[in-house]
């Protein structure tokens, strides 16, 4: 089984990529700033991940084929980001048209997708 990088762990290699004395002294001083923004833009990723994980592991889907349904979860999450309403709604129909087309078993894309829109 793959390691899977947990939100901490991405938080913990954020704060290594950026020291201070090699970015300059502005970054120094809202590196507190860019890391809180960097955890509450990660984690929601990182939650709908871990989320989707759960719904295919209860599914049965073997882990050669999560790749589709992660794809379709965080396509969607970017777009619930950014629309909402019937605008959404027929966004996402379009893409489970998309991932169904490509091997995605359509029940389990409504999951997720219940998931993410509510």
């Given amino acids: 089984m793959p390691i899977v990088k ?5 938080v913990e ?6 020291p201070a004395d090699q970015t300059g ?3 120094g001083a809202v590196k507190d700033l860019a890391v ?6 990660a984690g929601v990723i ?5 989320r ?26 970017s777009k619930a980001l950014s629309h909402s309403g019937a605008e959404l709604d027929a966004i996402i129909a379009g893409l489970k048209a998309k991932y169904t087309a490509k091997g995605a078993d359509p029940a ?3 999951k997720i997708a219940n998931l993410i829109v509510g």
Avoid: M, N, Q, S
């Avoid at 947990?6 to 991405?10: I, P, S, V």
């Avoid at 290699?13 to 950026?18: E, H, I």
């Fill in 52 to 77: 989707v994980r759960d719904i295919l592991e209860r599914e049965g889907v073997p882990a050669t084929d999560h790749g589709v349904y992660y794809a379709f979860a965080f396509v969607a999450t």
């Fill in 13 to 18: 290699k954020f704060r290594l990529k950026t």
């Fill in 108 to 110: 389990i894309l409504d």
């Fill in 25 to 27: 002294t502005r970054y």
């Fill in 36 to 41: 809180g923004r960097f955890i509450e833009g």
């Fill in 6 to 10: 947990t939100l901490a762990d991405r």
């Fill in 46 to 50: 990182a939650a709908v991940r871990e």
